[in-house]
C-alpha cells in the first residue's frame, strides 16, 4: 500500500512555531514530530512506501526523514516548486503513483485506522473517499430565515452539526486523469467537479481521536493531551 503525504505548505496560520520548522516536524509532547507519529501509524497500517510532497523547507523534511528506514518504510519526495492546492502536487507524480493510494496531510493527529481507509476506498470502487469527522458549531445570536422583508423562521441560539473533512483520501488515479499536471487544483474543486459529473466521492465516517494542528491553539491543545492518548497514537513506541 502506497501513501503521498501532503507536507508543502507554509504553515502560515501556525506561525511563529513555523519559522524555522516546516509543519509537519513541529513537536508533540516531549520526543516526536507529528510527520515522525504518523509514519509510525502508517506502518503500523500495514503502508509499505510513502511520497513525501515537500515545498516550504522542505530540505529539513529530507533531512529528517532519509529513506524512511528508520520505520520501516520506502520513502521517495516530489518537490513543490510553485503552490499547487491540496490536490494539484498528486498531478505531477500521477505517472509513478498506483492506481489507487491514500493521500493525507502531515500534519494530523489522529488514531484513524488508515489502513481501513484505503481498503474501504479500493473495494467501493469510488473515485474518491473523504475521511470524515462530526463537528458542532453552536450560534451564539437568535438566527433568523427571512424570505424578503419577512421574517419566517427563527431558532435561539441554535447547534449546527456537520462533517467535515479530515485530511484524509483514499484516491484512485482516475480521479485526477482530466487534470494538467503543473497547474494548481484544490479540493475544493477536485470535490464540485465529481458532483458536477455525478460521479460523488465516497464519504469514510470516523468519530475517534482527530485533531488538525493548524493553529496555535490546536498544537496547544495537542501537546496538552498528548500524553494522555500516546499509547492510542503510537503503539509500542
Not at 124 to 142: C, N
Request: charged share 20%; glycine share 10%; proline share 6%.
Amino acid at each position: 500500500m502506497h501513501v503521498v503525504i501532503l507536507a508543502g505548505g507554509k504553515g502560515v496560520r501556525l506561525r511563529p512555531y513555523t519559522t524555522a520548522l516546516p509543519k509537519p516536524l513541529v513537536p508533540i509532547g516531549e520526543e516526536h514530530a507529528i510527520l515522525e507519529i504518523v509514519m509510525r501509524q502508517l506502518v503500523s497500517a500495514g503502508f509499505t512506501s510513502c511520497t513525501l510532497a515537500i515545498g516550504h523547507l522542505g530540505h529539513i523534511i529530507r533531512a529528517y526523514v532519509g529513506d524512511g528506514s528508520q520505520w520501516g518504510i520506502r520513502v521517495d519526495y516530489a518537490t513543490e516548486e510553485s503552490p499547487l492546492g491540496t490536490m494539484g502536487p498528486l498531478l505531477t507524480m500521477l505517472d509513478r503513483l498506483p492506481e489507487h493510494f491514500l493521500a493525507m496531510n502531515g500534519d494530523i493527529l489522529t488514531d484513524l485506522d488508515f489502513g481501513d481507509v484505503y481498503r474501504t476506498h479500493v473495494a467501493s470502487g469510488a473515485p474518491l473517499t473523504i475521511a470524515t469527522y462530526a463537528r458542532q458549531v453552536s450560534i451564539d445570536f437568535g438566527v433568523l430565515t427571512t424570505d424578503s422583508d419577512r421574517v419566517v423562521g427563527f431558532a435561539e441560539k441554535p447547534r449546527m452539526d456537520y462533517r467535515v473533512s479530515m485530511g484524509v483520501y483514499g484516491v484512485s488515479r482516475a480521479a485526477l486523469a482530466r487534470y494538467t499536471p503543473g497547474l494548481p487544483l484544490g479540493f475544493d474543486e477536485l470535490v464540485l467537479d465529481m458532483l458536477e459529473a455525478r460521479t460523488p466521492p465516497r464519504a469514510y465516517e470516523f468519530d475517534g481521536y482527530w485533531l488538525d494542528i493548524g493553529r496555535p491553539d490546536d498544537y496547544d491543545r495537542a501537546n496538552r493531551e498528548f500524553s494522555l492518548h500516546r499509547d492510542m497514537l503510537i503503539k509500542g513506541a
